[in-house]
Antibody
Framework: EVQLVQSGAEVKEPGESLKISCKGS????????IGWVRQMPGKGLEWMGI????????RYSPSFQGQVTISADKSISTAYLQWSSLRASDTAIYYC???????????WGQGTLVTVS | DIVMTQSPDSLAVSLGERATIKCKSS????????????LAWYQQKPGQPPKLLIY???TRESGVPDRFSGSGSGTDFTLTISSLQAEDVAVYYC?????????FGRGTKVEIK
């Protein structure tokens, strides 16, 4: 069974750093892209970026370039999303999702709620 | 960026009736080399992650009920729920994967009338 399991909810203060994770199982982690999607409270879905864990090829949305870092450790089938200095506007649910060929997203993590206050 | 414009923002449909959601892209998402439209549809219920319904604009994901169908090409697309069920109450999003950044529509909330 394909699963993406994300790390738990976080409460942080502005200016703090954070790294959240997304662990894949039940499939070949290096054969699929992993994307990250933000959902601010009561709002829609925003595409942040995507990584191919096999070679760490990474693409960012211009809206998030320089604001976050996407990475992956294929040895432990885990992708990451990190911030060096959080802002209150980073408060949101962050989803990771699996993509075949960098196209649609067929499996999603349960989401990680990040609260910055 | 390719802008995805969904309409309406919300709609209320009686049980068993048809629900129709539109999605328009600011440029064509039809890739001429493979004649595929790089468009997907997702359903998101409260407190849950999105669920893939349709990809390549009209291919239903495995396990998705056949009352859900996608159509359209180029810049204009439609998601149709042929006979609305109570469990279909959700927000529906279109997504283009033709270009980077990938982009989503703002969502359409479907409720029961």
């Amino acid at each position: 069974e394909v699963q993406l399991v994300q790390s738990g909810a976080e409460v942080k203060e502005p200016g703090e750093s954070l790294k959240i994770s997304c662990k894949g199982s039940g499939y070949s982690f290096t054969s699929y892209w992993i994307g990250w999607v933000r959902q601010m409270p009561g709002k829609g879905l925003e595409w942040m970026g995507i990584i191919y864990p096999s070679d760490s090829d990474t693409r960012y949305s211009p809206s998030f370039q320089g604001q976050v870092t996407i990475s992956a450790d294929k040895s432990i089938s885990t992708a990451y999303l990190q911030w060096s200095s959080l802002r209150a506007s980073d408060t949101a649910i962050y989803y990771c999702a699996r993509s075949d060929g960098g196209n649609w997203y067929d499996y999603w993590g349960q989401g990680t709620l990040v609260t910055v206050s | 960026d390719i802008v995805m414009t969904q309409s309406p923002d919300s709609l209320a449909v009686s049980l068993g009736e048809r629900a129709t959601i539109k999605c328009k892209s600011s440029q064509s998402v039809l890739y001429s080399s493979n004649n595929q439209n790089y468009l997907a549809w997702y359903q998101q219920k409260p407190g849950q992650p999105p669920k893939l319904l349709i990809y390549w604009a009209s291919t239903r994901e495995s396990g998705v009920p056949d009352r859900f169908s996608g159509s359209g090409s180029g810049t204009d697309f439609t998601l149709t729920i042929s006979s609305l069920q109570a469990e279909d109450v959700a927000v529906y999003y279109c997504q283009q994967y033709y270009g980077t950044p990938q982009t989503f529509g703002r969502g359409t909330k479907v409720e029961i009338k």
